[in-house]
């Protein structure tokens, strides 16, 4: 049986402000903490780069520390990085590969994988960790859906 409590998920904007990112790393690794001292163990994200990247790389390196924890990667479908960057590439393979699960949403890209996606990490979530510095898109979308869900959301760029 699903222990909602136990699990969080993470939403958050592809393109983060340099200025934001060693921040960020470390509100990450501080937010982890604290909810794995809560009992949270696992994480799940949905792979996209960005924030969902960063919040990845910290759930792996807080894995190292407490190997309980489980990296869930919920993605939109198995073709997600076809147009990006080889150096995004590579991270998200390699990210593929240390994930204690994964899951995808749809086979191929369709529209409204992304959001089949999102509404998956919400739903089956306690937590939602997001980094969200508009009102609008997915991230903004998925925020409110996991506060229409009771999600406690820890906004981190509030935190910044």
């Known amino acids: ?12 904007h592809r393109n983060i402000p ?10 990450l690794d501080e937010t982890i903490e604290e909810l794995y ?6 994480f799940g994200a949905g792979g996209a780069y960005g924030f969902d990247i960063m919040a990845e790389e910290a759930v792996l390196k807080a894995k190292e520390k407490h190997h309980e924890i489980k990296l869930i990667l919920v ?3 198995k ?18 590969n240390k994930a204690d699960k994964i899951v995808y949403t749809t086979e191929t890209y369709c529209n409204g994988c992304m ?6 990490l919400v739903n089956y979530s306690g937590y939602c960790i997001s980094y969200m510095n508009r ?18 959301v820890i906004n981190l760029f509030d935190r910044i």
Not at 1 to 12: H, P, Y
Not at 79 to 95: M, V
Not at 136 to 152: I, S
């Open 1 to 12: 049986m699903l222990d909602k409590k136990r699990t969080a998920c993470f939403t958050g």
């Open 18 to 27: 340099t200025e934001h990112i060693e921040k960020i790393k470390r509100l």
């Open 37 to 42: 001292q809560m009992g949270v163990l696992f």
């Open 75 to 77: 993605l939109p479908c």
């Open 79 to 96: 073709d997600q990085c076809r147009y990006w960057s080889e150096q995004n590439k590579i991270q998200y393979k390699n990210l593929i």
């Open 115 to 120: 959001h089949k996606r999102n509404i998956h």
């Open 135 to 152: 009102f609008n898109g997915g991230t903004a979308f998925t925020v409110e859906y996991a506060k229409l869900k009771g999600l406690k």
